[in-house]
T-cell receptor, first 117, second 112 residues
Framework: DVKVTQSSRYLVKRTGEKVFLECVQDMDHENMFWYRQDPGLGLRLIYFSYDVKMKEKGDIPEGYSVSREKKERFSLILESASTNQTSMYLC????????????????FGNGTRLTVT | EDQVTQSPEALRLQEGESSSLNCSYTVSGLRGLFWYRQDPGKGPEFLFTLYSAGEEKEKERLKATLTKKESFLHITAPKPEDSATYLCAVQAPHTNAGKSTFGDGTTLTVKP
């Protein structure tokens, strides 16, 4: 089974702090994603990466950056945390779109609930 | 812009009372429609993928169907363990990663 592991289940940070959320997957997937989930707003894509050192902005990238130095690890960085970034953050992975894995589903971690005070 | 709307927001059923969840979508060039289940405090877990109108998939008490504008998740004789939030997502072509757009979900509660 694919395993996507997020390093923290709960985090509490102060406004202005730099925050790192880490995600590791063990299935050699090329594509990795960061979503945030808020009541009434659903899952919104922040950033995604389709290869090492490659990244693309999602729908709500403002206030965030990402890093992918190794294939299995995708980090989300909040440069200066603000209270409106309090949310559930979900990491996901998916294999490269090929004949055998065309449009395969996302595999999610269990999320990091971040509170910024 | 791709859009996904799920209804109802919340659904309460008695054990054994069958019902359906709706997912309406607009997307340029549908590459797949996905159903996920999410339990409280956990990440979404994949249930089904549907690719073309008329397609159906089944798993235990769940059956997913697809038309050109919407998908239904039918739940037959539900049990309390089916209680969860059910998410629908559509995928449009975007680079190699395949960007998914999610609906807000339907929270299902099944009472014994």
């Amino acid at each position: 089974d694919v395993k996507v592991t997020q390093s923290s289940r709960y985090l509490v940070k102060r406004t202005g702090e730099k925050v790192f959320l880490e995600c590791v997957q063990d299935m050699d997937h090329e594509n990795m994603f960061w979503y945030r989930q808020d009541p009434g707003l659903g899952l919104r894509l922040i950033y995604f990466s389709y290869d090492v050192k490659m990244k693309e902005k999602g729908d709500i990238p403002e206030g965030y950056s990402v890093s992918r130095e190794k294939k299995e690890r995708f980090s989300l960085i909040l440069e200066s945390a603000s209270t409106n970034q309090t949310s559930m953050y979900l990491c996901a992975s998916r294999p490269l779109r090929t004949e055998s894995s065309y449009n395969s589903p996302l595999h999610f971690g269990n999320g990091t609930r971040l509170t910024v005070t | 812009e791709d859009q996904v709307t799920q209804s109802p927001e919340a659904l309460r059923l008695q054990e054994g009372e069958s019902s359906s969840l709706n997912c309406s979508y607009t997307v340029s060039g549908l590459r797949g429609l996905f159903w996920y289940r999410q339990d409280p405090g956990k990440g979404p877990e994949f249930l089904f993928t549907l690719y073309s109108a008329g397609e159906e998939k089944e798993k235990e008490r769940l059956k997913a169907t697809l038309t050109k504008k919407e998908s239904f998740l039918h739940i037959t004789a539900p049990k309390p363990e089916d209680s969860a939030t059910y998410l629908c997502a559509v995928q449009a072509p975007h680079t190699n990663a395949g960007k998914s757009t999610f609906g807000d979900g339907t929270t299902l509660t099944v009472k014994p």
